[in-house]
């Protein structure tokens, strides 16, 4: 973001160009040369919530998620394509630039390696007339999640990809992976305030409260005990009945 004169003689904040048609065209030229690899890839970042039909702005770069194991072959054949490649001081990524936009090979979201399973549960789509694996979209919000931290937390951003994707979001999975951490439980829970979630918790209480894995089976644990309780209970009534004289069921005659 650039400051500029308004006015008033003062000062006001200037968004920077939208880079989306750049970056787009940045996106299936590196697309094309991934699925010629036959390595697993997918898209991630804001691209990938663009693919979904969310209504953002491509401003800074095009992010691909492939395994650390294809990074060599990936950036071979992106070379040979004219791709001009940045090794950084960081082992989870490489960068790279085409057409003056950014590139990100990403090899480990939110400090999560990218693995087979994650590329194979992605969503095929379109994406400016080209179809390209897109990271599912309950892994693109726990990715998105893992990566708030008190240093970086703006909801105002991640929210509209929440409200955008809600239907097609695993959100117990996405409670259940990001438990842990602080800023995704408040976000959740923000959510629910708001009614973006499709439903609420099934295990009563709070309906805006994300239950943690092991709240859900100490409740689980709850109901089984209970349940035990009321079948031993019977049992007892029943071989109290019988050393009556009674059938199961049949009332006690307090008439002689």
Not at 38 to 46: E, I, K, M, Q, W
Not at 162 to 176: M, N, S, T
Request: proline share 6%.
């Amino acid at each position: 973001m650039t400051r500029t004169r308004d006015d008033g003689g003062g000062t006001a904040d200037v968004l920077p160009p939208d880079h989306t048609q750049a970056i787009l065209e940045v996106t299936k030229e590196v697309g094309s040369v991934l699925k010629g690899s036959g390595c697993p890839f997918a898209l991630v970042g804001s691209v990938a919530a663009y693919a979904y039909g969310i209504p953002v702005r491509l401003q800074h770069d095009a992010d691909f998620a492939l395994r650390a194991e294809d990074a060599d072959t990936v950036v071979e054949l992106l070379r040979e394509r004219g791709v001009q490649i940045v090794e950084p001081p960081e082992d989870w990524l490489v960068k790279a630039r085409s057409g003056g936009e950014q590139i990100d090979l990403i090899f480990a979201l939110a400090g999560r390696a990218v693995t087979r399973e994650l590329l194979d549960r992605a969503w095929i789509l379109p994406v400016d007339s080209v179809h390209l694996p897109v990271i599912d979209p309950t892994d693109l919000m726990i990715g998105r999640l893992a990566a708030l931290s008190e240093h970086h937390c703006d909801y105002g951003a991640l929210l509209p990809v929440a409200r955008g994707l809600r239907e097609r979001v695993d959100w117990d999975r996405v409670a259940e992976e990001t438990h842990d951490l602080p800023m995704a439980a408040a976000f959740l829970y923000l959510l629910r305030l708001l009614g973006v979630l499709p439903h609420t918790p099934q295990t009563g209480g709070d309906p805006a409260r994300v239950r943690r894995p092991e709240e859900q089976r100490t409740e689980e644990q709850r109901t089984e005990e209970q349940r035990t309780e009321e079948q031993r209970t019977e049992e007892q009534r029943t071989e109290e009945q019988r050393m009556e004289g009674r059938r199961p069921g049949e009332e006690a005659n307090d008439h002689d």
